[in-house]
C-alpha cells in the first residue's frame, strides 16, 4: 500500500507551548465567584489557583535502587535511532494493538511494544482471570501482608497474560468527597493509610515482574468535568477539565504524601491525571511533574499520561511527561500531539535531544527495573474483544489473526480473594453476640437484591456498568471480568442446607408483601443493601460517575425497614464504594449487627459466609467515616459548572481536614469512625512505651548540590530522509508512526512558524546542571525523612475467649492551630490468642513529625507539644503520651 499522509501535524501543539501550561490554561474567570483555595492554614495562603512554572525537566539520575536498571536502559537506548525514540513514547493510538494501551516496537532490537493494561483489581478485559477486592477493602484489612500478597497475585497475573504495566494502585482519588465515583480504586481519605497500602501493592505488582502504574497523579478527586470532552456528552458547555485548585501544604500533607510511598517503593511508572492542578493539566503542569514528582521525590521512573489526557505536544515534553497514551489525540482520529510530531521537535530543537533520551530511559529503565528482561511473555489476549481469531488492528480490522488465546492464569488466587473479602469485612454493631450465627438458626431469611444475581450475568453490564444483583465490583475501567460471582444468597443457602435447615430469600427489593410475610417466619433476616460507583465515562441511575448522594441504592432503606419492622434479628451487610448515611440503624433494637463489607470481588458470598458463621473473627476497621450527615464531612463535589465556560473551579479550602480530621475540628460525633470495627473477641489496650531512638533534636540535612548536567544516549542524524516511513513496512490507518511525511520539516511540520523557539518556557531546554531541592535527596525524598526518631511499644491483650484479630493504631497531634487534632500515623494488624498478649510496635518518623513549611520548601517539625495516642479507633485511645 502507497503511504500517504495520514496525519496532519498539530502546529500550535508544537510551537505555542507556553500559552497552554503553567497557570494559563484557561481564560481569566470571568465569574469569580469561587474563593481561591486558600487552606484554614495561613501559612498555606497562597492564591491556589495558578500553578508556577518550573524547568528543565530533571533528568533520571539511576538514583536509589535504580542504578543497575539505569546501567541497562544506557546501554539499549543509545542503539536507538530518533524514530525508535519516538516510539518508545507514543501509544500506537486507541485500539491499535491488543492492550488497552501499547507504545511502538522496536523491531531492529527484538524488542516487542509494551502492553499497558487496567486494571487495579485484576486483569481487565479478559477471560479467565480473578477478580480481586477493590482497594478499598484492602484499606479496610490495615493488614500489610494482605496488600503485598494481593499486588503480587494480580502482577503474576498480568505477568501471565503478557501485559508489561498493570494499570494501578491508585491513590488519587484520596477520597476527598464521600460521593467520588472512583474513590473505591484507591484505599483510603487517610493518606498514610493509603500511602501503606499503595507502596505495599506496588512491591506487590512489581515482585511479579511487571510494571505497576501509580495513578491518578494528581487531585483528581470527582468525576464530573475530569475532560471537557466527557463533560461534553453530557451537556456541559465547557472550555477545558475541572481544575483542582490545592495548596502547597495540602499537596504535601494530605495528596503527594501517598505518592511519595510510591516513589519510595520503587514505583516504576505513574499515570497524571485528567484534571488540571491550579489551572494547568495535570499532564503538562511542570510544578506537578518537574519539581514535585520529578524534582522533590526524585523520581525514576516514567510519566504515562492518563487516556487522552495530553493537552499540547512541546508543552507536555518540556514539562515532564514521559510516554503519551493511547497516543491519539482524541481516539481514533489518526492524529497524535507526539509520534512525527515528536520527531520533529526534536529536529527543529524545540524538544532537546536530552530530554526525549530522558523519557526512553526512564521506560526502559522502568522495565528493567522489575525485571520484564526476564518475565516477559508473548500478549495472548485482546482488550477488545473476546473473540479467539480476529484483527491484530482492532480499530483498523487489519491483521486477522489469533488473538485471544484464553490462558487461565488464576491459579490459587480464589483462596486469597476469599481470605482479603473476609478480613475486610467491619463488623460494626454485633448487640448481644447476634454473630457469629450457628447454621442451625430454625428459619434464615436473606432479603435483598444485594444478595443475588444479577440477572444478565455477572459481566452482563458492560465495565460492570449497572447496579443489578450484588455488588461485587464497582464501575468503569477500575473493573475486571469474572470468572464467576459467588453471591451472598448461594453462600448462605450452601451453609444453611449443609445444616439440614431452612432457608429461603427474597431479592426483589420492591416486593413490599411477600418481603413482609417472609420476614415474619424468619429468626434470623439478612438484609444485603449496597451503594454504587465509578467512573464518570457510564451513567447508572443518573449517577455520572460520582454518586449524587449518600443513600443506598434500590431502595435499600425501605427495605432495610421493612425486615426490621418485622424480625427482631436483622442483620444489615452493606457493599458499598464509599461511606453512606445508616439513619438509626445503629441504634434501632431489631437490627442486631451491621457489616461493611465493601467491594469483595469473585468471592463475596463466601467471604461474608465465613464471617457471618464465624470461621473469620472479624478484624478490618473502617477506613472512612461512617458520618451522620452528608454535611458532616465538610466537603462536596462540584456538580454544577462554576465557571461559565471555562474550566470548573474546585477550591480545596478546607485544607487537610477531610474525614475524621473534618468531623474532629468541628467536634462532631460521626455514627462509627475512622478506625473503628469489632470483633466477636474484645481487646485491652495497655503499657504504652516510647523509646527515643533519634529523637526531635536530631539533625535533619535540607539537601544541596547540584545535578549532573543532562546526558544524551546516542546521536541524532539531522539527515529528514532518515526518518521517512520504511518502504518495507505496511501502513495500517489510524496508527501512529514517527515518520515524516516529507523530507523538509517546515512542510512535515505543516507550519509556517514550525521551530519557533521564542515562546518555550524559561529555562525548559537547559541541560546544564540544576540544583537540588532541600526537600529531595533519593526517591520518596529527603531520606533523613524516614528516619525512625521514636519507637512506640504497647501491649494489647485478647481478654474474650475466641482467637482474633486486633489493629491497633498510633495517631499523633502534630499541636499545632492548624494542624488536625489527631492524624494516622502507623498501625499493625495483629493475630492474638484468647488470654494471650501481643506487642504492638510501630515506628514514628521525621516526617510523621513533620509539617509542610511553605517558605523553606522543606519539612520541619514545629515547635508545637506532640502528642501520641494508640487504641483501636480514631476515636477510642486509650493511652497516650507526649514527646519529648
Ligand atoms: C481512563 C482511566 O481514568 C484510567 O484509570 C485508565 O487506566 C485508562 N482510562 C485506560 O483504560
Known amino acids: 500500500m502507497m503511504w500517504l499522509a495520514p496525519f496532519a501535524l498539530l502546529v500550535t501543539s508544537l510551537v505555542h507551548p507556553s500559552s497552554q501550561q503553567d497557570g494559563n490554561t484557561t481564560a481569566p474567570f470571568p465569574n469569580a465567584t469561587y474563593p481561591n483555595a486558600t487552606s484554614p492554614n495561613p501559612a498555606a495562603a497562597v492564591n491556589a489557583s495558578f500553578s508556577p512554572p518550573y524547568y528543565p525537566a530533571p533528568w533520571g539520575t539511576g538514583a536509589g535502587e535504580w542504578a ?118 484507591g484505599f483510603s481519605p487517610d493518606p498514610v493509610l493509603t500511602g501503606i497500602q499503595f507502596a505495599q501493592t506496588v512491591q506487590g505488582i512489581q515482585s511479579a515482574g511487571v510494571i505497576a502504574c501509580g495513578k491518578h497523579y494528581i487531585g483528581n478527586e470527582q468525576e464530573h468535568f475530569r475532560q471537557s470532552t466527557e463533560a461534553a456528552g453530557y451537556g456541559y458547555n465547557i472550555s477545558d477539565a475541572v481544575s483542582a485548585n490545592i495548596d502547597d501544604v495540602t499537596m504535601h500533607e494530605l495528596y503527594l504524601w501517598p505518592f511519595a510511598d510510591a516513589v519510595r517503593a520503587g514505583v516504576a511508572s505513574i499515570m497524571c491525571s485528567y484534571n488540571q492542578v491550579n489551572n494547568s493539566y495535570a499532564c503538562q503542569n511542570s510544578h506537578m511533574l518537574n519539581y514535585l514528582l520529578k524534582g522533590e521525590l526524585d523520581y525514576q521512573g516514567f510519566v504515562v499520561t492518563d487516556w487522552q489526557g495530553q493537552h499540547s505536544g512541546v508543552g507536555s515534553a518540556l514539562a515532564g511527561l514521559d510516554m503519551t497514551m493511547p497516543g491519539d489525540t482524541l481516539f481514533n482520529s489518526g492524529q497524535s500531539y507526539w509520534g512525527a510530531n515528536l520527531t520533529v521537535a526534536v529536529l527543529n530543537g524545540t524538544v532537546p535531544q536530552w530530554r526525549l533520551d530522558d523519557m526512553c530511559i526512564r521506560i526502559i529503565a522502568a522495565w528493567y527495573y522489575v525485571g520484564r528482561d526476564n518475565a516477559s511473555i508473548p500478549i495472548n489476549f485482546d482488550a477488545w474483544t473476546t473473540d479467539t481469531y480476529g484483527y491484530q488492528h482492532f480499530f483498523a480490522k487489519e491483521g486477522y489473526t489469533l488473538i485471544n488465546e484464553h490462558v487461565d492464569v488464576r491459579q490459587e488466587h480464589a483462596d486469597l480473594i476469599r481470605q482479603i473479602g473476609s478480613a475486610s469485612t467491619v463488623l460494626l454493631k454485633n448487640t448481644n453476640n447476634a454473630l457469629p450465627l450457628t447454621g442451625k438458626e430454625k428459619f434464615t431469611a436473606v432479603f435483598g437484591d444485594d444478595a443475588g444475581d444479577n440477572p444478565y450475568g455477572p459481566n452482563g453490564c458492560p465495565d460492570r456498568g449497572c447496579d443489578n444483583g450484588t455488588l461485587g465490583m464497582a464501575w468503569g475501567s477500575g473493573s475486571a471480568n469474572f470468572p464467576y460471582l459467588v453471591t451472598p444468597e448461594t453462600a448462605i443457602q450452601n451453609e444453611i442446607l449443609s445444616n439440614n435447615g431452612v432457608f429461603q430469600s427474597i431479592t426483589n427489593n420492591f416486593a413490599g408483601m411477600q418481603i413482609q410475610q417472609l420476614a415474619s417466619q424468619a429468626s434470623v433476616a439478612i438484609v444485603f443493601v449496597n451503594a454504587d460507583s465509578g467512573e464518570g465515562y457510564i451513567t447508572v441511575d443518573g449517577n455520572e460517575g460520582d454518586r449524587n448522594n449518600l443513600t443506598l441504592w434500590d431502595g435499600g432503606d425501605v427495605l432495610i425497614q421493612n425486615v426490621s419492622a418485622i424480625c427482631n434479628n436483622t442483620i444489615v451487610v452493606i457493599h458499598s464504594t464509599g461511606p453512606l448515611l445508616l439513619g438509626n440503624y445503629s441504634t434501632n433494637p431489631n437490627i442486631t449487627a451491621i457489616l461493611w463489607a465493601g467491594i469483595p470481588g469473585e468471592q463475596s458470598g463466601n467471604s461474608i459466609a465465613d464471617v457471618l458463621y ?102 541524532v542524524s539531522n539527515n529528514t530522509a532518515d526518518y521517512q516511513f520504511p518502504s518495507n513496512l505496511t501502513y495500517v490507518p489510524y496508527y501512529i508512526y514517527p515518520y515524516l511525511n516529507s523530507t523538509t520539516l517546515s512542510t512535515a511540520a505543516n507550519s509556517s512558524d514550525y521551530g519557533d523557539n521564542s515562546d518555550v518556557p524559561l529555562n525548559s531546554q537547559n541541560s546544564s546542571s540544576q540544583p537540588l531541592l532541600p526537600a529531595s535527596g533519593a526517591p520518596g525524598g529527603n531520606p533523613e525523612l524516614y528516619d525512625v526518631l521514636y519507637e512506640v511499644t504497647a501491649t494489647i491483650t485478647n481478654t474474650g475467649s475466641i482467637a482474633g484479630e486486633e489493629v491497633p493504631q498510633l495517631y499523633i497531634s502534630l499541636g499545632g492551630p492548624y494542624d488536625p487534632n489527631i492524624v494516622l500515623r502507623n498501625f499493625e494488624r495483629l493475630s492474638i490468642q484468647p488470654g494471650m498478649s501481643a506487642t504492638f510496635t510501630a515506628d514514628i518518623t521525621r516526617r510523621d513529625l513533620s509539617n509542610w513549611d511553605t517558605v523553606a520548601q522543606n519539612w520541619a517539625i514545629s515547635s508545637y507539644t506532640k502528642t501520641i495516642y494508640v487504641g483501636s479507633s480514631s476515636r477510642k485511645l486509650p493511652l497516650s503520651a507526649t514527646l519529648s
Not at 540535612?701 to 546516542?714: F, K, L, N, Q
Request: aromatic fraction near 10%; include cysteine; charge should be neutral.
Open 614 to 715: 464465624g470461621r473469620v473473627n472479624p478484624g478490618a476497621k473502617l477506613p472512612f467515616t461512617l458520618a451522620g450527615a452528608r454535611e458532616d464531612y465538610g466537603t462536596d463535589l462540584l456538580y454544577i459548572p462554576n465557571n461559565g465556560k471555562g474550566a470548573p473551579q474546585i477550591a480545596f479550602t478546607e485544607g487537610v481536614f477531610i474525614d475524621y480530621r473534618a468531623l474532629d475540628r468541628a467536634n462532631v460525633t460521626p455514627i462509627y469512625e475512622f478506625g473503628y470495627g469489632l470483633s466477636y473477641t474484645t481487646f485491652s489496650y495497655s503499657n504504652l512505651q516510647v523509646k527515643t531512638v533519634l529523637g526531635m533534636n536530631g539533625t535533619y540535612t535540607p539537601t544541596t548540590g547540584s545535578t549532573p548536567p543532562a546526558p544524551t544516549y546516542g546521536t
Open 68 to 185: 543497575s536498571a539505569y546501567a541497562k536502559a544506557q546501554a539499549f537506548v543509545s542503539q536507538l535511532t530518533l524514530t525508535e525514540k519516538v516510539n518508545l513514547t507514543t501509544g500506537v493510538g486507541w485500539e491499535g494493538e491488543r492492550c488497552v494501551g501499547q507504545n511502538g516496537a522496536i523491531p531492529r532490537l527484538g524488542f516487542r511494544s509494551m502492553c499497558l493494561q487496567d486494571s487495579p483489581v485484576g486483569v481487565r478485559d479478559t477471560d479467565y482471570n480473578s477478580v480481586f477486592p477493590a482497594g478499598v477493602n484492602v484499606a479496610a484489612t490495615f493488614d500489610r501482608g494482605l496488600a503485598y500478597a494481593r499486588g503480587q497475585a494480580m502482577g503474576s497475573e498480568h505477568q501471565m497474560k503478557g501485559s508489561d504495566v498493570q494499570l494501578g494502585p491508585v491513590a488519587g482519588p484520596l477520597g476527598r468527597a464521600p460521593e467520588g465515583g472512583r474513590n473505591w480504586e
